[in-house]
């Protein structure tokens, strides 16, 4: 069974600073997608970013981008010039490509805090 | 584009009572829809798969006869929590993804923006 681990339940960073978010995963599969979403304490889920399994370049979207490393198993969210409204629970997601119905497989969050 | 609507978002009921909960696709049709639990501080649970015109597919451990799903049309699913108790009191959260001719397939899910329920 695939599975997903944030290994940092909360994370500070300093406004305008970088910080970066840690995820890795387990899985015997070749293709698949993996999602960063973030939650504000409005609970609404916000995709950030998403990457193709098949893709070797790291997606990037404006402040934020990933570095995947598909051979260790890693997927970690880098956050440049943090700004306040940054600041909310982030989950690490799993996607099978096509079997099980594309259900999502999440992380435990990482809670991150962003200081003025 | 891709909203994904839930109604209501607040619900307060009774102990014993049944409470619907709506999940809507707004600007996209959703073949497949997906419902979730989430506790304070902690990650969503997924807790079923739905798709149109078929049996929702439940995660082990997921009570279907108190958790009845229905996906009656493109557009819409729904989530009774039946005789509801106050271990119920949750919030839920219904995703949507593209039909699976989309070219995104595969892609991204869709969130609504979760119900909140309180069973006293």
């Known amino acids: 069974a695939q599975t997903v681990t944030q290994s940092q339940p909360e994370m500070s960073v300093q406004e305008a600073e970088t910080v970066t978010l840690s995820c890795t995963y387990d899985t015997s599969e070749s293709d698949y997608y993996l999602f960063w979403y973030k939650q504000p304490p409005s609970r609404q889920m916000i995709l950030v970013i998403r990457?193709?399994?098949?893709?070797?370049q790291n997606a990037t979207e404006n402040r934020f981008s990933v570095n995947f490393q598909k051979a260790a198993k890693s997927f970690s969210l880098k956050i440049s010039d943090s700004q306040l409204g940054d600041a909310a629970m982030y989950f690490c997601a799993y996607r099978v490509y096509y079997n099980q119905g594309g259900k999502l497989i999440f992380g435990q969050g990482t809670e991150l805090s962003v200081k003025p | 584009g891709a909203v994904v609507s839930q109604h209501p978002s607040r619900v307060i009921c009774k102990s014993g009572t049944s409470v619907k909960i709506e999940c809507r696709s707004l600007d996209f049709q959703a073949t497949t829809m997906f419902w979730y639990r989430q506790f304070p501080k902690q990650s969503l649970m997924l807790m079923a798969t739905s798709n149109e015109g078929s049996k929702a597919t439940y995660e082990q451990g997921v009570e279907k006869d108190k958790f009845l799903i229905n996906h009656a049309s493109l557009t819409l699913s729904t989530l009774t929590v039946t005789s509801a108790h106050p271990e119920d009191s949750s919030f839920y959260i219904c995703?949507?993804?593209?039909?699976?001719?989309?070219?995104?397939?595969?892609?991204?899910?869709?969130f609504g923006p979760g119900t909140r329920l309180t069973v006293l």
């Open positions: 990457q193709e399994a098949y893709k070797q």
């Open positions: 995703s949507a993804s593209l039909p699976s001719g989309s070219p995104t397939f595969g892609d991204t899910q869709y």
